[in-house]
């Protein structure tokens, strides 16, 4: 960046203003654009004010839109909002004159973006007409709804604002922009969550962490968990809301309002017990691996003394379940496959320290179920797996599993 911006103030002092006012102004405008990516913020509104003042004076109205646009954003950055609206609202009116119906709904994108705390009507007019500009470009098309859908919720309009956001999540799918469909799917679970749809908020929020995957973007990820757990909540499902608001805390540093959200849900709910094992009672034996994966995965960050008593919990959830044990037990194993060598040596180690605790006769049905569960494994899974368990053992100084 520092070299693309010292090639443009080159450029800058080639051409004078006096001689060359155009080309000077051209380059004024993409050093600006450059100085705001690089956060040198006042240098960067300096010279699009620039670049802006010797278009008009050339009577370039479309480039000098562009650089409005572009000094718009530069005066948000900087903390001048009154500056930036008044930047966006000239460049979308001169995008229009221009007839540039894309260039015109994202300044109209970015005039609502920054008038919707302070005046949410004139953003909801904002964004309403960049949706509509901007249908040719699906991503921009779904950002402009999901954002009214938004403002209409914080207006009240829980209708409008699931009409909007069900469209943002559509052309967010189509278009194959999997943060927007996180989004917007997150944004239509809050809409559906005011309406009291707890059934269709707890759809689009699954939806919402499931486009969010946690290594790829964990805090909308925890952010769509902890508005699970409302919406489970909403729904007096206890056991599945605090698996969803301890999955949200389960990150490493949750956002702050996403924390305190999850953990006032856990405060209403009371610590629970057993809660993936109730939650597995319900669901169908297909839906296991995924359920089981989310908590492994959750296990495997967590301080030392919670995986323990996670993994003492999961070897009482395999046991009291017989006859599904052997299926359990391969829902557990392909979890732990699907994790880092060394945090799946600290699941299984933390379930062996758990199971030195029990008597000979549960570590031996718990030793023959997840022998079971191992058998529906490929080869070299299988030995995989065997290995490690059998050498974990051996380090906390136990007999294997099996014979």
């Known amino acids: 960046m520092d070299e693309t911006i010292h090639e443009l103030e080159g450029r800058r002092e080639r051409y004078p203003a006096e001689r060359y006012p155009v080309q000077h102004a051209s380059a004024q405008f993409h050093l600006g654009v450059a100085l705001a990516h690089a956060g040198r913020v006042d240098?960067?509104?300096?010279?699009?004010?620039?670049?802006?003042?010797?278009f008009e004076r050339a009577g370039l109205r479309?480039?000098?839109?562009?650089a409005g646009n572009a000094l718009g954003a530069a005066l948000r950055l900087a903390g001048d909002l009154a500056g930036a609206e008044r930047a966006f609202a000239d460049a979308a009116e001169a995008f229009e004159h221009e007839r540039h119906p894309l260039e015109q709904g994202a300044a109209l994108f970015n005039l609502?973006?920054?008038?919707?705390?302070?005046?949410?009507s004139r953003a909801t007019a904002a964004f309403e007409q960049a949706r509509r500009l901007l249908r040719p470009a699906p991503r921009r098309a779904a950002a402009a709804a999901r954002e009214l859908g938004t403002a209409l919720l914080a207006l009240g309009d829980a209708v409008g604002a699931e009409q909007a956001l069900e469209?943002?999540?559509?052309?967010?799918?189509?278009?194959?922009?999997?943060?927007?469909?996180?989004?917007?799917?997150?944004?239509?679970?809050?809409?559906?969550l005011a309406a009291e749809k707890t059934d269709g908020a707890i759809e689009a929020f699954r939806l919402a962490a499931?486009?969010?995957?946690?290594?790829?973007?964990?805090?909308?990820?925890?952010?769509?968990?902890?508005?699970?757990?409302?919406a489970f909540e909403q729904g007096a499902d206890?056991?599945?809301?605090?698996?969803?608001?301890?999955?949200?805390?389960?990150?490493?540093?949750?956002?702050?309002?996403?924390?305190?959200?999850?953990?006032?849900?856990?405060?209403?709910l009371g610590s629970g017990g057993g809660d993936l094992g109730v939650v597995l009672d319900r669901e169908p034996s297909e839906r296991w691996p995924a359920l089981v994966r989310e908590e492994v995965v959750r296990w495997a960050d967590a301080a030392p003394d919670v995986r323990r008593a996670e993994s003492a919990s999961w070897i009482d959830v395999q046991l009291?379940?017989?006859?599904?044990?052997?299926?359990?037990?391969?829902a557990w194993l392909g979890a732990l496959l699907e994790l880092p060598?060394?945090?799946?040596?600290?699941?299984?180690?933390?379930t062996l320290e758990a199971l030195g605790e029990r008597e000979a006769g549960v570590r031996d049905r718990f030793g023959s179920d997840v022998s079971a569960g191992m058998a529906r494994f490929y080869v070299p899974q299988l030995e995989r797996l065997r290995s490690i368990f059998e050498r974990l053992a051996a380090e906390l100084g136990q007999e294997p599993l099996w014979s």
């Open 112 to 120: 609502g973006l920054v008038v919707r705390d302070r005046d949410p």
């Open 320 to 330: 009291t379940r017989p006859d599904e044990a052997p299926e359990l037990a391969e």
């Open 210 to 230: 499931a486009a969010h995957p946690r290594g790829v973007r964990p805090h909308d990820y925890a952010m769509a968990k902890a508005n699970l757990a409302l």
């Open 238 to 268: 206890e056991a599945r809301a605090r698996l969803a608001a301890r999955q949200a805390l389960g990150i490493a540093e949750p956002p702050g309002p996403v924390a305190a959200q999850a953990e006032a849900a856990l405060a209403r």
């Open 43 to 54: 240098e960067a509104v300096a010279a699009l004010e620039r670049a802006a003042e010797l």
């Open 341 to 350: 060598p060394r945090l799946m040596e600290l699941v299984i180690r933390s």
């Open 167 to 192: 469209e943002a999540l559509a052309l967010a799918e189509g278009s194959g922009d999997e943060a927007g469909r996180g989004a917007a799917a997150n944004a239509l679970g809050l809409a559906r």
């Open 62 to 66: 479309g480039e000098q839109a562009k």
